[in-house]
């Protein structure tokens, strides 16, 4: 398996920390980066062309939105997997975040597993932009 180079977009320390722990222990992955608000994602993923093939993203930020997020990871050059990660994950919400562009939306409150076997399909090398679960 190839590892991941994940970049992680969410605002709180703590749901990040534990975020990469689990990642970290059951997928082959390394997080280059992390950004709590909405303008910091964008300029390290503008910056970092090619420096992460994996973008989760929180829909509520510090500042912004992980929907702005979505908006401009569609537009830029370089393909990665891009999957929201949140607790709102509502028929709308996710609807609205596949508009924009997200792979797959899951739920922070009961959908990590599916997350994990996710990024373990993409580190296995599937492209993650069909459909998967």
């Not at 605002?11 to 390394?30: C, K």
């Not at 964008?42 to 500042?63: G, P, R, T, Y």
């Amino acid at each position: 398996m190839q590892p991941l180079r994940a970049y992680i977009v969410e605002d709180s320390q703590v749901i990040r920390d534990n975020l990469i722990a689990t990642l970290e222990e059951l997928v082959p992955v390394e997080v280059v980066g992390h950004a709590e608000d909405e303008a910091t994602a964008i300029k390290w993923l503008q910056e970092h062309d090619n420096d992460a093939n994996l973008v989760i993203v929180d829909i509520f930020l510090k500042s912004g939105s992980g929907l702005g997020v979505l908006k401009v990871t569609h537009d830029l050059p370089a393909r990665r997997n891009v999957v929201v990660l949140s607790n709102f994950a509502t028929q709308d919400i996710r609807r609205k975040c596949l508009e924009l562009g997200a792979d797959k939306v899951f739920d922070k409150s009961n959908e990590i597993d599916a997350l994990i076997q996710y990024c373990t399909r993409l580190a296995g090398g599937e492209t993650g932009h069909g459909p998967l679960m």
